[in-house]
């Protein structure tokens, strides 16, 4: 296994021990070189190094006395390991069982996002069959990667409404709304501003003092668009939708065009495994083991409570134990940190007697209160003329004059991101009174509900919200699963998300199959996410097909018009146009948008207020462990994740810092 930098060798021992370069923000390669796992040792020199005099990764990690231990290197779980290791007092360990892909262009080069789904570097998910869309399952890619799901994503950046972290807060979690949080937005990240030209002409706007200047994330707007971003703010000012030009400052709604995460010099993307891991790689206090499957947490029960003392994991077909001082914090993400602390015995008890699992931890709020985004692709016939990536899958000599063009000049289509994004209420497409109609038509308003979480999306139903409920994303290329196609024809994709889902479903570890076998983490969870079912599924169902005929609209209106060919997906109906109803269409074709969240969602003072982690991230009914990831959020936000994630990251490593420094104290 190759990780170094590219352009750089890679060393290994009779013991596996790997060697990389470490990277600074500074120098792009610094040539000093650390064991894979270790970066305690003091830098050898390359002449100094003698093959076989150094301990294996794992010998390096089992003898490491560690305060805090993180399990998951992923998007959260490197910030929170990075942060923390800031502080000479703490320790870290890190537990990763995907490998580094320092120089894989799957990864690195923008413009062959989607490449490495599916790939080695993809855990493979996939729901349950959902009666809601017509018994289909779908793929859930999630990252197997040192860096997560930030090294699979498709790069943008945006933030949510301050509306939706204020209601995080209403449900009780002190310091999470939106002016607890933008100060962790801003740590994160590192803006490239555009200039002024850039701005005018590509509608790359942005108030500085909303933005990040000197944080890990690089983030930068392109500086090459598809053929079609030059019409999309024209067309939709046609329609009534003006453009934002201050989309992080609390208010995504309008047309903008996408910020992406983005080093702008090398036009590489920019995930946690590069921005926070690598330049702090030397330091002595932070040991990441790479190719470690977390199996479960060890819990002792310590004067009538629970209480996490580390971690059991297997590397190498090898089964270990790691004992921790401090704290053990699982980021694992949304569908496997529900997935650990089941397998370690915290959750539902029927949930857990069927999988075989001892109950240490009543709790059935584990696992419960999934929400995703829910996409459709509407999928439309363009102007032959225009060049698409999908032309460079399928004609090799295109593919290598574009490779060559980014590894030459850093430009061309191999930087070219989608960017050409709306986020609206679904006032601006429906009069209020078919808005309540909807909303009273919902089963939530006729069963006894003490829900908050109801509440608050029943609310955002009034004439008076004015928030992104529904994302438009045009783009090049078709992104249909279920649209072939077809040579010589060249297509462009409006997506459509819903931001606010009634529908909720869950994530839990499977029954067991057979007597005296209980599941593990090879044995993939139960992923159900329970799309357009439930109390509110009709009423996520109704906005959804409501908004396809907006897209629709958008896709005819003037000039970004002039491009369309035809729509061929769903195929167009001679006399039915603005009259069509998409509903079934809808069914048969929503995906996932991959932004699952809440699965052990933050809220209550204690077990038993049907919450799985506090305001400060900590388990409910267990001392010394806690969750910082996309699980934890308790609502769904208007916008993609990434930044959120690294921002809860970093709000929760300040939190873990804080409160160490006071038991030290």
């Known amino acids: 296994m190759n990780i170094a930098p590219p352009d750089q060798k890679s060393y290994a021992t009779s013991n596996t021990c790997i060697w990389i370069s470490v990277a600074s923000s500074s120098i792009p390669w610094l040539d000093i070189h650390y064991i894979v796992g270790h970066t305690g040792e003091q830098p050898v020199a390359k002449e100094e190094l003698k093959m076989g005099s150094l301990p294996s990764d794992i010998d390096v990690f089992l003898s490491t006395k560690f305060t805090h231990l993180v399990i998951g290197g992923g998007t959260a779980g490197l910030v929170v390991a990075t942060r923390l290791a800031e502080d000479r007092d703490i320790t870290v360990g890190v537990l990763?069982?995907?490998?580094?892909?320092?120089?894989?262009?799957?990864?690195?080069?923008?413009?062959?996002?989607?490449?490495?789904?599916?790939?080695?570097?993809?855990w493979q998910f996939a729901t349950v069959p959902q009666p809601g869309l017509n018994g289909r399952s779908l793929p859930w890619p999630r990252g197997k990667v040192l860096g997560g799901t930030s090294a699979l994503n498709l790069m943008t950046w945006s933030r949510a409404c301050r509306e939706d972290y204020d209601a995080w807060e209403e449900l009780g979690n002190e310091g999470w709304g939106w002016h607890g949080m933008l100060p962790f937005f801003k740590k994160s990240e590192r803006l490239h501003e555009s200039d002024t030209e850039h701005q005018l002409v590509n509608s790359s706007y942005f108030d500085s003092k909303f933005h990040g200047t000197d944080g890990p994330i690089h983030t930068a707007y392109s500086t090459q668009y598809g053929a079609s971003h030059q019409y999309w703010h024209k067309t939709l000012r046609c329609l009534g939708v003006e453009t934002n030009r201050s989309h992080f400052s609390g208010s995504n709604v309008g047309a903008w065009t996408t910020l992406t995460s983005v080093e702008p010099e090398r036009r590489e993307r920019s995930y946690s495994a590069k921005a926070y891991y690598l330049p702090n790689a030397g330091r002595k206090n932070l040991v990441v083991l790479t190719g470690a499957t977390v199996e479960s947490i060890l819990l002792d029960h310590d004067n009538g409570e629970w209480v996490a003392r580390g971690a059991q994991f297997t590397h190498e077909g090898a089964l270990y134990e790691i004992h921790v001082e401090g704290e053990a914090v699982i980021c694992a993400g949304s569908v496997q940190s529900p997935q650990l602390l089941e397998l370690s015995g915290i959750g539902n008890p029927e949930v857990l007697k069927s999988a075989g699992v001892e109950v240490k931890v009543d709790n059935p709020a584990v696992g419960e209160n999934l929400q995703d985004h829910m996409m459709t692709c509407m999928v439309c016939e363009i102007d032959p003329s225009i060049s698409t990536i999908e032309e460079l899958r399928t004609n090799l000599d295109l593919a290598k004059a574009a490779d060559l063009e980014y590894e030459s000049t850093r430009s061309g289509i191999r930087t070219v991101l989608p960017s050409s994004v709306a986020y609206l209420p679904f006032s601006h497409y429906l009069d209020q009174e078919k808005l309540m109609q909807i909303a009273s038509s919902s089963d939530l308003n006729t069963k006894a509900t003490d829900s908050k979480r109801d509440e608050i999306l029943l609310r955002r139903f009034k004439k008076d919200q004015n928030l992104g409920q529904i994302e438009f994303y045009f783009e090049l290329n078709n992104y249909n699963p279920y649209f072939q196609s077809k040579s010589g024809k060249k297509y462009a994709t409006m997506l459509q998300m819903l931001q606010y889902p009634f529908s909720n479903g869950s994530v839990h570890i499977p029954p067991m199959k057979e007597a005296a076998k209980c599941p593990t983490v090879?044995?993939?969870?139960?992923?159900?996410?329970?799309?357009?079912?439930?109390?509110?599924?009709?009423?996520?169902?109704?906005?959804?097909?409501?908004?396809?005929?907006?897209?629709?609209?958008?896709?005819?209106t003037k000039p970004l018009a002039g491009i369309i060919v035809r729509r061929v997906c769903p195929p167009e109906k001679d006399g039915e146009v603005g009259e069509e109803d998409f509903t079934d269409w809808v069914i048969n074709n929503t995906v996932t948008d991959w932004h699952p969240v809440g699965t052990c969602a933050m809220g209550g003072k204690k077990l038993g207020d049907g919450y799985v982690v506090d305001e400060r991230l900590r388990v409910h009914g267990v001392k010394g462990l806690r969750v910082v990831d996309a699980s934890i959020m308790p609502l769904q936000i208007s916008a993609h994740l990434q930044a959120t994630v690294y921002a809860i990251g970093e709000k929760g490593a300040s939190m873990i810092r804080e409160d160490w420094r006071k038991i030290r104290a």
């Open 96 to 122: 990763e069982v995907g490998p580094p892909a320092y120089d894989e262009p799957g990864i690195n080069v923008p413009g062959r996002f989607g490449e490495t789904l599916g790939s080695e570097y993809d």
């Open 522 to 556: 090879a044995d993939k969870p139960v992923i159900d996410p329970k799309y357009y079912a439930g109390p509110g599924g009709k009423v996520d169902l109704e906005m959804m097909a409501a908004a396809q005929k907006f897209a629709d609209k958008i896709v005819r």
